[in-house]
């Protein structure tokens, strides 16, 4: 399908002729072929005046602590309350076989065929963050197709894997009641990015999650944890909550939407809200001129002439990494 075929698909399609246009534009998008990746550019540009007014929220957590189940608990909440919702699933990719389960859509059987939602999983593909490369453009294509609720599930968590956060207006992290000691709440890492901390399956260990649920909250209020000027994710009128809640018995939903609410509003009265997409905006575009240098860099001539050699080197403990590395800069500044 051409780029036009696809805006018209995607922005004015019917319910079936819009999903199988969303899921096209997505492929379209991730794929790295040059003759795409030029037609993705035209269709990004023809549908970017169509994007910018849903909200962005990210979710992430370690594996089993049930954001899948919390996703569609919310989704399905979410569409009761006249939302169209769409969930970008991000699955880790095997660093062996490459290959990725994507079993996002299994877990989601009621929210995955309902009209007004849309579920798309997306292997990680090696790309550092807890998300996929492509993600951020996904999210244009779902805003475009009139998704006013934007659902960005990550790979299990670390304190390295804080990508979803530089993209959505909202980032939550899911912590279960046994999740470690009061040390384990206080580390500096992805706690401190979180807006809102949820910790699910309450009902498991009431006492647990009632006694974590002050653990994190009493961190959160530490001197520092939300000091950054750089950043400003807070801005002066919110203090980051945190809520039990059960996916699983449905509980605590309602009023993690009120709290998303309460954030969306103050957020966007501040001002923080525009200053953050404006901030993202900016870093997704360096992001992508950095992917493009290394691309770039591995398909010059001279360096692929020379990188077997420098490999070779290297690995024999010939040539120190470093110098390897300078070696194969200089060949292609000289040669540009």
Sequence with gaps: MTAAALFEGVVHGRAAVQR????????????????????????LTALLPHTGTA??????????????????????????????VAVLAVDPSSSVSG?????????????????KAYI???????????????????????????????????????QSELAVAGMTDMFVLMQLPHAGDELQAIKKGVMEWADLVLINKADTDPHAATQAQAQIRSSLRLPGQ??????????????????????????????????VAQFRALQTANGQLV???????????????????ARAFREHPQVKSLLPRMQADVVAGR????????????AQATTE
């Design 20 to 43: 199988r246009a969303i899921a096209k534009a997505i492929t379209l998008l991730e794929s790295t072929r040059a003759e795409h990746r030029a037609q993705a550019d035209e269709l």
């Design 99 to 115: 290959g990725a389960i994507l079993g996002d859509k299994t877990r989601m059987e009621r929210l995955s065929v309902h009209e």
């Design 275 to 293: 200053a953050r997409r404006e901030r993202q905006a900016l870093a997704w575009m360096w992001e992508r001129i950095d992917a493009g240098l």
């Design 226 to 259: 939300h000091g950054r000027p750089e950043n400003a994710r807070h801005g002066a009128l919110w203090q980051p909550l945190v809520l039990q809640v059960s996916a699983l018995q449905g509980q605590g939903v309602d009023r993690f939407c009120a709290a």
């Design 120 to 158: 798309r999983p997306s292997p990680s593909s090696g790309t550092l963050g807890g998300v996929a490369e492509k993600t951020r453009e996904a999210m244009l294509v779902c805003e475009a197709a009139g998704h006013d609720l934007l659902i960005v599930e990550t790979v299990g968590v670390g």
């Design 319 to 330: 040539v120190a990494a470093s110098t390897a590395a300078r070696t194969l800069l200089l």
């Design 55 to 84: 909200f962005r929220l990210g979710i992430s957590g370690t594996p089993g602590v049930g954001k899948s189940t919390f996703i569609e608990a919310l989704g399905l909440h979410l569409i009761g309350l006249g939302h169209r």
